[in-house]
């Protein structure tokens, strides 16, 4: 796209924008609904919870304990959300290399703005 535009220019502009855009909203919604969505949101227990974290019974009421783990409690019984423990092992998620540089260099460019 040319990026000198005269004012005679944006009504073509911009309708290429508006067709361009409805364009990536219809392959959006496409993907979307192509993708299977994750399981429903199941409540474990204790039991199940430590099987799916592969983690022992002791070592969980230790990690609630501490507040490390997403938890809900109904009267003595400890519930576990499927979803939220799945979000917490991805919390652990190492990250590359180049996502530390992209991080890294969009804190610089933003510490750069602030300078002037």
């Known amino acids: 796209m040319d990026t000198n535009l005269t004012f005679n220019d944006l009504p073509t502009?911009?309708?290429?924008?508006?067709?361009e855009v409805s364009e990536l909203?219809?392959?959006?919604?496409?993907k979307q609904e192509s993708t299977p969505t994750n399981e429903a949101e199941k409540l474990l227990t204790i039991k199940e919870a430590s099987e799916?974290?592969?983690?022992?019974?002791p070592t969980l009421y230790s990690k609630v304990s501490k507040n490390e783990l997403p938890y809900m409690k109904q009267g003595k019984r400890l519930y576990f959300s499927s979803i939220e423990?799945?979000?917490?092992?991805?919390?652990?998620?190492?990250?590359?290399?180049?996502?530390?540089?992209?991080?890294?260099?969009?804190?610089?460019?933003?510490?750069r703005k602030g300078l002037k």
């Open 85 to 111: 423990l799945m979000e917490y092992i991805k919390e652990g998620r190492s990250k590359t290399s180049s996502e530390i540089e992209a991080e890294a260099d969009t804190y610089l460019s933003n510490k």
């Open 13 to 19: 502009a911009v309708k290429r924008l508006t067709n």
């Open 52 to 57: 799916f974290l592969k983690l022992s019974v």
């Open 25 to 30: 909203k219809s392959l959006l919604l496409r």
